[in-house]
């Protein structure tokens, strides 16, 4: 008996290593690119977070150098939308620029995208001019080109010179954007598409301004459509239109949903964004519980921009068309 089971232990098989497959290799890899973002969201970024929120539902008071804090609830919160009228009327103004703002750059992103992704001379120039202004809007950049421009005197000193092209400009915007209005308005749209139309054209430089990441990103999308899908199109007899309809728009699909996220979150906290400059103006105020009224701000702001993105993100998963790999 006892030689039948040393027999059977020494039959037993030797488990071998198990390799690890390529999917869990790359898994590790982006762990690992990631780990100093994660160890600053822990470390850095989440006290900050603590002590905003602590700013919004407490009371700080300092009595011979002894910090001292008292819980009031939504005390500030209540503030900043009865005490502080500009707050919900700044909101209201930016959730309107919003929808305004998001239609006109992803379709103006995605007809540049389209066009750029044709073979043409100077393809590679003309990507590098449409995203050229992403990098000089940049924090760092403006504000070096602003203090060198205010410091040659030239911030709102202008000439003769420059005073008539501005006008010049300004004539030539208005004769356009009136030209527009007419054609549509003659073919029969509705008022408010005309109207949308032509404050889209008035605020064209803007629009360009803050397309340059969505068209790289259509881009990269247009770039992983296989051109054996267009191929056949192209045998089956389809139109250019009906392939832009049936293949394009479909396949950058997901893309949409992303650049339209991005875009929300660029128009919501942007310097130039009335609300940010409310909250920003309120904190460095004088007044008694300003940085409390202004915290209390900042978290309201968030959640209505998180409740923002999640229903156009519900809405757009909705039309998302995701091609299989299997």
Known sequence: MTNQVKVTAAAAPVKKKKIPSLDRKKSRAGWLFVLPFIIGLIFIYFPILWESISYSFYNYTSVKGIVTKEFVGFEHYTTAFTGDAKFAQSLLTGLQEMAFDIPAILIFSLFVAVIL??????????RAIFFLPVVVSTGVMESVMSSSYGASGNQMDLGMEEGEEAVEELATSTAIEGLLVSIFSSLGFGTGLVTYISSA????SGIINRSGVQILIFLAALQSISP???E???????????TFWKITFPMVSPMILVNAVYTIIDSFTTDSNSVMQLINNTYMGVEA????????MGWMYF????????IVAGIFSMYVFYQRRD
Do not use: P
């Open 117 to 126: 992704n044709q073979k043409m001379v100077g393809r590679a120039a003309f």
């Open 201 to 204: 054209v008035a605020s064209i």
């Open 228 to 230: 054996a899908i267009y």
């Open 232 to 242: 056949s199109c192209q045998i089956d007899g389809a139109t250019s239109w009906e």
């Open 289 to 296: 519980g300003a940085k409390h009224v202004s915290a209390a």
């Open 303 to 310: 959640l209505v921009v998180l409740a923002i993105v999640g």
